[in-house]
């Protein structure tokens, strides 16, 4: 065969390899999106059991290249959006579900039949200061309490006989409550006041059921929103 002929040769394996690369890469992918689909299916019927809602639920499969961890019916990782999320009546801004270790029995896109099982999963919800400042309100007593964020700090504003108070606040969780500690209060505002305030600051804030009963873990500050972090283990999602 002359080298002109074998290099006609080697270019045609060169473009029929890039060919079944790039059809691999069409199969993988199409292959996923309907996974993908069908797991933000699963998700919002779970969801729906905790009384939670969205405007739209979305399937993101992470790791390297769908079918091959389809073939061991475990990936790596799987993102899960929630835009615009409502959970026990309360209006979020956003929930992200980050599911390590996830099994996926292959029957799922077949029959459409079994169980999805997650070894982790790291919530985080966000909700405006004002929504917060709700829950806070109701489970502290002090009415008129109102949550901001100012200069990246939350802080608490509220009328204690007839005295105005403006003062940052620090969030944490304690015991699956979040507490807010006092900042600084300004010297003129009598001792009692303050004691008030504070001690009733003390109480918590009590945070209904989270999205797939996630136990709280953590609370901060992010932009203009308040986050807050659960975890569950071992969850299910049924088809």
């Known amino acids: 065969m002359s080298s002109r002929g074998r290099g006609r040769g080697l270019r ?23 996974a993908e689909n069908q797991l933000a ?8 059991q905790y009384d939670v809602r969205a ?3 979305s399937v993101k499969i992470g790791g390297f290249g769908f079918l091959p961890q389809l073939v061991n019916e475990n990936f790596s990782k799987v993102t899960l959006t929630m835009d615009d999320p409502t959970f ?44 917060l400042g709700r829950l806070a309100a109701k489970s502290t ?12 700090a939350l802080r608490a504003k509220v009328s204690v006989r007839g ?14 409550r979040v507490v807010l500690a006092l900042g600084e209060l300004s010297s003129s505002i009598p001792s009692y006041v303050r004691n008030a305030v504070k001690s009733q600051l003390a109480r918590g804030i009590t945070v209904p059921e989270l999205p797939f009963g996630a136990q709280l873990t953590g609370i901060s500050v ?18």
């Open 12 to 34: 045609r394996l060169i473009v029929t390899l890039v060919v079944l690369a790039v059809l691999a890469v069409v199969v993988d992918r199409a292959a996923a999106y309907v």
């Open 41 to 48: 299916s699963m998700a919002e019927k779970e969801a729906a």
């Open 55 to 57: 405007s739209s639920t």
């Open 88 to 131: 026990s009546g309360i209006p979020g801004e956003d929930l992200k579900v980050d599911l390590r270790d996830v099994h996926v029995p292959r029957s799922l896109l077949t029959q459409q039949s079994g169980a999805v099982s997650i070894a982790t999963t790291d919530l985080r919800l966000q909700l405006s200061p004002r929504e």
């Open 141 to 152: 007593g002090l009415e008129g309490l109102s949550l901001a964020i100012v200069d990246g």
């Open 163 to 176: 005295i105005d108070i403006d003062v940052p606040i620090t969030p944490r969780v304690m015991e699956g």
């Open 222 to 239: 992010v932009d203009n929103s308040v986050a807050l972090t659960a975890a569950v283990k071992d969850l299910k999602f049924d088809a």
